[in-house]
């Protein structure tokens, strides 16, 4: 498992945002990745992407 944080900046907003997420890695004998689970929250994507009314040129139903 690893913890980690998705640090960056919204282009159109300008604002930073951090997203925290957690990988869920499963390998075989020989070391290989076989499964591969990511788990993000939700509620920080929503605040990261701020207002989309204006990338969908109108207000988001």
Same mark, same amino acid.
């Given at each position: 498992?690893?913890?980690? /944080? &998705?640090?960056?900046?919204?282009?159109?907003?300008?604002?930073?945002?951090?997203?925290?997420? +957690?990988? =869920? !890695? /499963? &390998?075989?004998?020989?070391?290989?990745?076989?499964?591969?689970?990511?788990?993000?929250?939700? +509620?920080? =994507? !929503? /605040? &990261?992407?701020?207002?989309?009314?204006?990338?969908?040129?109108?207000?988001?139903?």
């Amino acid at each position: 498992m690893v913890e980690q /944080e &998705a640090i960056g900046t919204n282009t159109a907003t300008g604002e930073p945002f951090t997203l925290p997420n +957690v990988w =869920v !890695i /499963e &390998a075989n004998r020989q070391g290989l990745v076989v499964s591969l689970r990511d788990y993000v929250n939700p +509620v920080a =994507v !929503i /605040e &990261a992407l701020g207002d989309l009314s204006e990338a969908f040129n109108g207000p988001v139903a």
